[in-house]
């Protein structure tokens, strides 16, 4: 059982993390959350995370110097960038962070990332628990390998996520049948197929919005792969906890 704090100071894309995978497959159960890095600093005095998941940049106070105040305790560091910096990255490796990712956040590079994470965690406190590093064999290996049919599952998707299609025409278009795909989804990602195309169409609608917050909402819904506008609004508040329109309005212009 583990405990994750994710530090955003955007709220939607605070709330979006919150949701963003099946933490309970991960085995993380607890889930607290921080809008800077002076709350995140409480919070990890308070609740003592196994994870955190942070921005670098934030108001009042930045990833870094949360760091610093908290350096008496022990946890997995996890960055989030707007932008690939080469200086982030360097400061980031000094503090001891363990991943570094750019946004738009990848799903499946997060869940790798968290795996990886839980795989260290787990081996640290076998360490200490036994003695016993020599047999580290014994520890269940949970590193994420990707097989070569979710890969070819994955990139339809990305390449098709803004045409109707259904699970059945992606599986014949592979060569595989679709309750094999679904099965296979659910056991390398840890999240149902309808799931995973949900959340990669509302990603992309979320960076149309943000290049263009004038896009009508029925003009987003036809651009990732939405039939009607209402139900692409239902299933945007149900991932996000607002509808588009409440979204667009939290764009800075």
């Not at 919150?18 to 889930?31: G, M, P, V």
């Not at 760091?67 to 000094?94: M, P, R, V, W």
Request: charged share 25%.
């Amino acid at each position: 059982m583990y405990k994750l704090l994710i530090v955003e100071d955007e709220h939607f894309i605070r709330r979006y993390l919150t949701n963003a995978l099946d933490y309970q497959e991960l085995n993380i159960t607890s889930i607290v959350s921080a809008e800077n890095g002076l709350e995140g600093v409480a919070k990890i005095t308070e609740f003592q995370p196994d994870i955190v998941l942070t921005d670098i940049t934030m108001p009042v106070m930045d990833a870094f110097e949360m760091f610093e105040k908290t350096s008496q305790y022990t946890y997995q560091k996890i960055i989030l960038s707007g932008y690939n910096d080469f200086l982030n990255a360097k400061a980031a490796i000094h503090y001891g962070v363990r991943e570094f990712l750019v946004k738009p956040i990848d799903l499946v590079e997060l869940r790798s990332c968290f795996v990886q994470v839980l795989n260290e965690i787990q081996q640290n406190t076998y360490r200490i628990d036994t003695d016993l590093a020599e047999n580290s064999d014994l520890l269940k290996d949970v590193r994420y390998s990707r097989d070569e049919i979710v890969s070819q599952i994955i990139g339809y998707i990305r390449i098709h996520f803004n045409e109707r299609f259904t699970a059945k025409e992606l599986s014949e278009s592979i060569g595989i049948s679709e309750s094999n795909l679904y099965k296979k989804m659910k056991n390398h990602l840890g999240i149902t197929f309808n799931d995973y195309v949900n959340r990669y169409r509302l990603k992309m609608a979320i960076n149309y919005l943000i290049s263009d917050p004038n896009l009508r909402i029925y003009e987003v819904a036809d651009c990732v792969g939405f039939a009607d506008y209402k139900y692409f609004n239902q299933v945007f508040k149900k991932y996000l906890g607002m509808t588009v329109t409440e979204f667009k309005e939290k764009i800075p212009h």
